[in-house]
């Protein structure tokens, strides 16, 4: 298969001058404001305690700092609209598909040693040797990940992170949280991202415009893969922020549960729960995810 000739060649380029232009420490301060908002932003107002139904309906939306969030959501949407959507839409049209198929597949081989790491910590040994053979075969046979030969030997991918190892070891997951950038979340995977991080080795071995690059490409391969979905949930959703806060806990119920409708593997010692993006654990045994 043939590719088709990319008009600019340092369209890539472009984009990391773009993101190298904004500095690493004015985002960290903005993640620190931020969060430090969170304890003083005007929370929802919980109703009346005499009002059971309100109650329990407002516990299980487990949403408290909904002002916050909706305002962070905004200015999520706002860097999208200005940054992420227009760049991702000239890679997406201008890079041909199969070179971002390879793409794609390079920067996830870059995640086997996170996957592994957390695929140990669940003590779930059968998938950790699937993913070590999957990274050994990949970034032998596979040209360090950007053509997929495991998937064609029938060894199949998966994600793990370090919010997910939190929910098997029995963690709640806390009040639904948007993070500026990273974007919907909660305490649990706000951890997690911390935690998964701090283990990646090419954070500690590979040098910081390749930290910068990695993260810029994921970035508008994500968007660019969800290009379309998002846009017609945007249009169609009479509350978008209500569509994603929905979509998100019913994706991260059904990545913790490996993709079954039935209670995760617990780790050692710990009873099988099958716990949602609310954290209401038990009460999602009786749901199934919509993914």
Known sequence: MKYRTIESRE??????????????????????????????AGCATPPPA???????????????????????????????DMILRPVSYLYKEGVPEPLRHNIHNFLN????????????MQGDMDRAGNTLMRFGMNTTIGLLGIIDFATEAGIPAHDEDFGQTLAVWGAESGPYLVLPIFGPSNPRDMAGIAVDTLIDPWGM?????????????????????????????????LDFYSSVKSLYRQRRMDEIRNGLPTAVNPAPGRISVAPDGAGNEQQSLNHTSDN
Not at 50 to 79: G, H, S
Not at 115 to 120: K, M, T
Not at 210 to 237: C, E, M
């Open 11 to 40: 369209f890539g380029a472009d984009i990391v001058s773009l993101f190298e232009s904004v500095s690493r420490r004015r985002i960290r301060s903005i993640v620190f404001v931020a969060l430090a908002t969170v304890l003083v």
């Open 50 to 80: 005499y009002d059971k139904e309100a109650v329990a309906a407002f516990q299980e939306d487990n949403d408290p700092y909904e002002p916050f969030n909706r305002a962070m959501f905004d200015f999520n949407l706002f860097l999208d």
């Open 109 to 120: 081989n870059l995640r086997g040693p996170v996957v592994l790491a957390n695929d140990l």
């Open 205 to 237: 071995i590979a040098p910081t415009d390749f930290a910068i690059g990695r993260a810029v490409t994921t970035a508008v391969d994500r968007r660019a893969r969800r290009y379309d979905t998002i846009d017609d949930l945007q249009k169609n959703s």
